[in-house]
């Protein structure tokens, strides 16, 4: 059951041309987006930027590249996933033809699983060729030091795809979802964080950093270049195992309020 | 065997009923037309059974309950509304979509195609159709997987003439192989012209029910008017075969048994020193029917 259904989702979008792009878009940008940043200057004593490039540093450097890419273009996906369903009228053709409401349901989301799966497969395959391109003196325990970035990756890959998959399911309309998507993660958010959170809780509160989008970001953060062993992790980061745990707990609520709205829905 | 027992079902939206305590049974091998106005309630009662609407009250049952609902609909063939398709995707590819949904195997395409008259445009992608080749496409996917029931709601909705005749067409060679069709519509002559039963709905209230032939019961309408109409409407009103009078405009239209003869009219008249200026006698059409159920 779980391969038919994988197999209709994929039916479904490898003849549509803005699916084949999207995906072409990420595997093409995330590498060269990635080695685009080879030409920024660091200071020596950082290490230069070629430590983003090696063994271990490049695990969290690209996961921070794919950050963004995942973010835009798995995001997208997420919303398009649904809301062309809505609009072509097939949410409701498929299950007049025959589906359960809790089989489409299901077949979306092992969907957005397994294009998450496949998301952070491919990113391991670029970071260990570039790592292994970079770096001088390859040695294993350095290249396995940072390798849980790799299910950290997929989780932040799912947990974009499904807030965004959520928001497809709450607006029905792919512009309306796409626009409020991109500005809950880019404003709203921001906004809630340093302005209403601050003001409530105190500038200091390390629970202003416990929002959704934050704590999907903070799985794969910006790499601050090691400026020496005094260099404190900085206060709008989340702590790496919190910001799992909350992912888990954010897409948790998503996907129950998904699934909720979906089935009680008239069509 | 009972296709399709539903039981008061009912829904709201809001403050207006859509569709109020309907009940009926559809037995396999019936065609089956819901006829009504639009926005009677037959595509929001076709949604309920279908699985895509939320009744508020009362149930259905699909094959006497013998499988799981969606399962059920697997056995279903339908055309709700408008053609949904993906339009990106050609005849073949969406054809595909509903075959691996429905489970069906050794799907002859080709010879559905053929069907519909889509075959030469089989690759073309669903958007660039005209309505009538949607229209057709649909018809051809509600056939995939050989269906037990079909269900069209306002089939040739949006067709010009020739279309329309070719959909009637083919929904009679359809029930010619023994499959039960549920055909919404509100026009009476294709229900009149294709369906064996007809359930007459309105406002959400089932009115009428029962075999084409009943519901067009024998009587025939005849029009009558005199200089002094209440005088002639007192006579006719107490005659045994007049079952009903309606005074409208100036004319009596009289519902009467189908062995009233215009001539007895006439004569009964005469003999009460009343003189016609009016008299017609037609053949009650379903029409008529549906105005005064309806009315």
Redesign the interface.
């Known amino acids: 059951m779980v391969l038919?259904l994988l197999?209709?989702e994929w039916?479904?979008l490898v003849?549509?041309?803005l699916f084949r792009i999207l995906v072409a878009l990420y595997i093409a940008l995330l590498p060269l987006g990635f080695l685009i940043g080879r030409g920024i200057q660091l200071p020596e004593e950082t290490g230069g930027t070629i430590s983003f490039y090696t063994f271990p540093k490049v695990w969290q450097a690209l996961g921070y590249a794919g950050n963004w890419m995942s973010f835009f273009f798995l995001g997208f996906l997420g919303v398009l996933l649904v809301t062309n369903e809505f609009s072509?009228?097939?949410l409701?053709?498929?299950?007049?033809?025959?589906?359960?409401?809790k089989?489409y349901f299901f077949g979306k989301y092992i969907f957005m699983i397994a294009v998450s799966i496949a998301a952070a497969l491919y990113y391991a395959i670029v970071a260990l060729g570039v790592g292994f391109y970079y770096t001088d003196y390859v040695i294993i325990e350095r290249v396995m030091e940072n390798i849980d970035f790799i299910p950290k990756f997929f989780l932040m890959s799912f947990a974009y795809m499904n807030f965004a998959f959520l928001l497809g399911i709450l607006l029905r309309r792919m512009g309306l979802a796409l626009f409020l998507y991109f500005i809950y993660t880019l404003l709203i958010e921001m906004v809630l964080r340093y302005f209403f959170h601050a003001k409530i809780f105190g500038e200091d509160s390390a629970s202003r950093n416990y929002y959704p989008l934050n704590a999907f970001e903070d799985l794969a953060p910006f790499p601050i270049p090691d400026i020496g062993p005094s260099s404190e992790m900085p206060n709008f980061f989340l702590e790496p195992n919190l910001a799992v745990i909350l992912t888990l707990v954010y897409s948790g609520i998503f996907t129950f309020i998904a699934y909720q709205v979906f089935m009680?829905r008239?069509? | 065997m009972n296709v399709l027992n539903i039981q008061n079902l009912t829904k709201k939206y809001g403050t207006i009923t859509a569709v109020n305590n309907l009940s009926l049974t559809i037995q396999s091998g019936e065609i089956y037309g819901l006829l009504g106005p639009n926005g009677s309630g037959k595509t929001t009662t076709l949604g309920m059974i279908l699985g895509i609407i939320h009744p508020k009250n009362g149930n259905y049952e699909w094959f006497e309950g013998q499988y799981q609902e969606h399962d059920a609909r697997k056995r279903i063939g339908t055309l709700l509304e408008t053609p949904n398709f993906y339009p990106y995707m050609n005849a073949l590819q969406n054809l595909e979509i509903v075959a691996l949904i429905k489970k069906a195997k050794n799907v002859p395409y080709d010879d559905l195609l053929k069907l519909v008259n889509l075959h030469h445009r089989k690759n073309s992608p669903f958007k660039t159709y005209s309505l009538g080749m949607k229209q057709r496409l649909a018809i051809a996917a509600a056939l995939v997987g050989d269906p037990d029931v079909l269900i069209f709601d306002e089939p040739t909705n949006g067709l010009d003439p020739q279309g329309i005749a070719e959909v009637r067409e083919t929904i009679r060679s359809i029930a010619n192989q023994g499959k039960t069709i549920i055909m919404a519509s509100h026009i009476l002559d294709e229900v009149e012209k294709v369906c064996s039963h007809v359930a007459i709905i309105k406002n959400g209230n089932l009115l009428a029910t029962g075999t084409v032939g009943s519901i067009i019961s024998n009587d025939k309408q005849i029009d009558v008017a005199a200089e002094n109409n209440k005088a002639l409407q007192n006579l006719l009103t107490t005659h045994p075969m007049v079952s009903k009078i309606k005074f409208d405009n100036q004319i009596l239209t009289l519902s009467a048994d189908e062995s009233l003869t215009a001539s007895e009219i006439n004569r009964l008249c005469f003999e009460n020193n009343i003189t016609l200026t009016h008299l017609i006698v037609k053949k009650k059409s379903l029409e008529a029917e549906f105005l005064e159920i309806t009315s």
């Open positions: 038919h197999k209709l039916k479904k003849t549509y041309n072509y009228k097939t409701r053709q498929n299950l007049i033809t025959g589906m359960s409401r089989e009680k008239d069509l």
